[in-house]
């Protein structure tokens, strides 16, 4: 019998909750095969088998949280034994003893209570230690009246259907707002905005969108553009590539871009390291292959981790404008938007262009006006002048 432990998911991560289990005790499984969902504050995770063998054991239940180290399962290796039916009782004759979590069942033994008396909340009315808690608490307590519950506005008697569900935040959820919260209470957050004309980019991604996809098998996208200009204008304006770090400003001359993608609880921003190295077919694969796997809960926690620039896209939700909130240390993040074609004038006179709004927040307490405000207009040059991504001017 082998323990199935929780392995290291993170530098900064030490403990996991425990997703839903894929296999059922007694139920055999190969090598790889996942088991059991992690889900950790940046994502969820699926712990595959070290071995083929039969899940003898859950020790812990989905919901519970487990330290990196812990045991959470019990593994037989080789393959599964031949399941024995055994004769089935009358319902009269049946008194099975509910389940116990091991802490449960000791601190039960030491305090002289029957697993009958408690009430298990764990999977399938498994004891948890808490629920042993809180039934020694309730012994002590004095038995006192109930109050009748006051009337609720919300679900009056007469409208059975106005009803309210409570649903536990996950560690991800939890996490992005924590973040969020922490953008505005830590930093001195501006934004500033501007347009594209993506005329040129859309002209050119039809002339070479089929020649391209057909050579490296791939789309070719709004995105790399993007992160190619965004590289660029980095280069040329330093101070939105940097960090407050313990009282001084740390300039990255390395380019990490974070790239906002939509993932099952929320948006994750999986980070593209090295961009300026990267091809716009290479943007392009690792682009695809984040939001693919952010979809499936397959990201890898350390692909998550740092970045020094964030570029996120609303426009895939249809959003025109927005205010996007930076992603702490980081001092920047540029939001792009849904191209809609809009009345503009051109040389004295109003034409018809597939425009599209652009919004850079920045941390005002390293970057100045006049920083962002050029930053984001040498963003949309390169970007209206796509020929300039491959010259670099």
Do not use: C
């Not at 009782?89 to 802490?103: D, K, R, T």
């Not at 012994?139 to 259907?161: G, H, L, V």
């Not at 070479?208 to 590289?231: N, R």
């Not at 998550?304 to 620039?309: A, I, K, R, S, V």
Request: hydrophobic share 40%; proline share 8%.
């Amino acid at each position: 019998m082998q323990e199935l432990k929780v392995p290291s998911v993170g530098e900064s991560i030490v403990e996991v909750e425990i997703g839903a289990w894929l296999k059922k005790e007694g139920e055999a499984f190969g090598a790889d095969e996942p088991l059991v969902e992690l889900i950790t504050d940046k994502a969820t995770l699926e712990l595959p088998a070290p071995f083929a063998g039969t899940l003898k054991k859950i020790l812990k239940a989905q919901g519970e949280t487990a330290r990196v180290g812990e045991a959470i399962a019990l593994l037989e290796e080789g393959k599964a034994e031949a399941q024995v039916q055994a004769p089935t009782q009358a319902p009269e004759e049946a008194s099975p003893e509910p389940l116990a979590m091991p802490a449960a069942e000791r601190l039960m033994r030491e305090a002289g209570v029957s697993p009958e008396e408690v009430v298990g909340t764990g999977l399938g009315g498994r004891i948890l230690k808490e629920d042993v808690e809180r039934h020694l608490e309730a012994r002590k307590a004095p038995p006192r009246p109930e109050p009748a519950p006051p009337p609720s506005p919300q679900a009056p008697t007469d409208r059975p259907w106005r009803v309210d569900e409570a649903v536990p935040m996950t560690p991800l959820r939890r996490r992005i707002a924590e973040r969020l919260l922490q953008a505005r209470q830590t930093t001195a957050m501006l934004t500033t905005f501007n347009e594209a004309d993506m005329s040129a980019v859309i002209a050119l991604r039809r002339e070479l969108g089929e020649a391209f996809q057909k050579k490296h098998g791939v789309k070719l996208g709004f995105m790399s553009f993007f992160v190619k200009a965004v590289v660029q204008a980095l280069k040329e304006i330093p101070e939105l590539n940097a960090e407050i770090r313990d009282g001084t400003i740390v300039y990255h001359r390395y380019y990490d871009i974070g790239i906002a993608v939509g993932g099952g609880e929320g948006l994750v921003v999986p980070v593209l390291r090295d961009a300026d190295r990267l091809s716009f077919a290479e943007i392009e694969r690792q682009i695809a292959d984040f939001a693919e796997r952010a979809r499936a809960r397959k990201l890898k926690p350390e692909e998550l981790m740092g970045g020094t620039f964030t570029i996120t896209n609303g426009g895939i939700y249809g959003s025109l404008n927005s205010t996007p909130l930076l992603n702490p240390p980081q001092v920047g993040i540029l939001g792009m938007h849904a191209i809609q074609e809009r009345p503009v004038a051109r040389e004295g006179q109003v034409v018809i262009r597939p425009m599209m709004y652009l919004a850079l927040s920045y941390d005002h307490r390293i970057v100045d006006g006049r920083e962002a405000v050029t930053f984001l207009r040498r963003v949309k040059e390169l970007i209206e002048n796509p020929a300039r991504l491959l010259l670099e001017v």
